[in-house]
């Protein structure tokens, strides 16, 4: 086996067709590691000066059977500037991507370090986050010696794997909030409303609607609910260019929305769908439906969807175990982050040491 570090975006894009085959076929890869999600993100993002392609790819007789997509971020701590390798792109389930029938993923996992070792000149930190604990990834760096005093706990990913209810009477027993029906009875009654459900590539782009409705969700909570600290992603023209990039014409988008009977957007999820996962990663809601316990009515709207149209997935509520998300679930996965200095790189080892002496001191 030997590795090769892609550096440009021409390179990037050659590798689409290994890339896309690998990750059909590794049901642990989110749709965070796919190659339309990256290379659309570095579409938005090339023009940034503090960022440098580090895709590490390794071949065995010449055939592409792994990648890291990485990147170089320059970064700045108080006075000193350093460089941080870490995952392209951003997502709360990240990856790298492994030719699984091969059999060799040691060996793959192997080679890509030594890639990553090999050009330490070029890094000063190694911070690799959001690796779940399904993955080989996670469990190379457990058994490697160098590795696994650097790899910690990062956050909890609640999740609900539908496959395991054989209908949505059986996982309400024990999994819908208590109150929920009365919710849902009360918004039907004093408003009414419909469930649908959009697929941008098969239905139509929802993307603008959506960001109106966030948008003014974050005015009112700023403005009402003096929540200073909230606002819109898609209040950053960088991020609101990218997922605009990624809804067009995308099937792996799905948009759960509830429509007023005039009409309007009452509250939306938006998810990706990959594999037997959904993604769900933005929420929003109309104000003036503020007092109706949107976000059960929702949740339970999109289950019992996916109940009656026997679509068995596994839902995956994203990064930060918060209340609202284990109400409907006593399950989760566990993520990881390995974030190490570079023991060769003497600035490195500079900076950590007096990021150490802080730490003491607060």
Request: hydrophobic letters at 35%; proline letters at 2%; aromatic letters at 16%.
């Amino acid at each position: 086996m030997d590795y090769k570090i892609i550096s440009t975006q021409e390179e990037f894009y050659n590798i689409k067709k290994e890339w896309e085959l690998m990750e059909l076929k590794d049901s642990t890869i989110s749709y965070y590691s796919t190659f339309h999600f990256n290379y659309t993100w570095w579409e938005t993002n090339k023009v940034n000066t503090n960022l440098k392609l580090f895709i590490v790819c390794v071949y065995h007789n010449n055939s592409l059977v792994g990648i890291a997509p990485l990147m170089l971020e320059r970064m700045k701590k108080k006075i000193f500037h350093y460089w941080k390798l870490s995952f392209l792109g951003r997502g709360d389930s990240l990856n790298f991507i492994i030719n699984r029938e091969q059999g060799n993923e040691g060996k793959i996992l192997k080679e890509i370090f030594s890639g990553i070792e090999q050009n330490s000149s070029l890094w000063d930190k190694l911070e690799l986050t959001h690796i779940s604990e399904e993955t080989v990834l996670f469990w190379y760096l457990m058994k490697n010696g160098k590795y696994n005093k650097y790899t910690q706990f990062l956050v909890q990913n609640p999740n609900v794997k539908l496959q395991e209810f054989e209908s949505f009477d059986e996982f309400k027993k024990n999994n819908v909030p208590a109150k929920t029906n009365k919710f849902v009875n009360k918004l039907k009654k004093e408003v009414g409303y419909t469930f649908e459900v959009i697929n941008n590539k098969y239905d139509r782009n929802i993307f603008k609607e959506i960001v109106e409705i966030h948008q003014l969700e974050q005015e009112f909570l700023n403005q009402e609910k003096g929540r200073a600290e909230r606002e819109s992603l898609f209040d950053d023209p960088k991020k609101k260019e990218f997922l605009h990039q990624l809804f067009e014409s995308n099937e792996n988008v799905l948009t759960f929305v509830l429509y007023s009977n005039e009409g309007d957007i009452i509250t939306y999820n938006t998810c990706y769908k990959f594999h037997d996962k959904l993604h769900f990663w933005n929420t929003g809601y109309h104000p003036k439906y503020v007092n109706y316990n949107l976000s059960k009515v929702r949740m339970y709207e999109i289950i019992n969807y996916l109940f009656d149209n026997k679509l068995q997935y596994t839902i995956d509520w994203g990064a930060g175990g918060y209340p609202w998300k284990f109400e409907w679930t006593n399950t989760y996965l566990t993520t990881y982050s390995l974030s190490m200095w570079n023991p060769n790189n003497k600035k490195a080892q500079y900076i950590n040491k007096i990021a150490k002496i802080k730490k003491k001191l607060i």
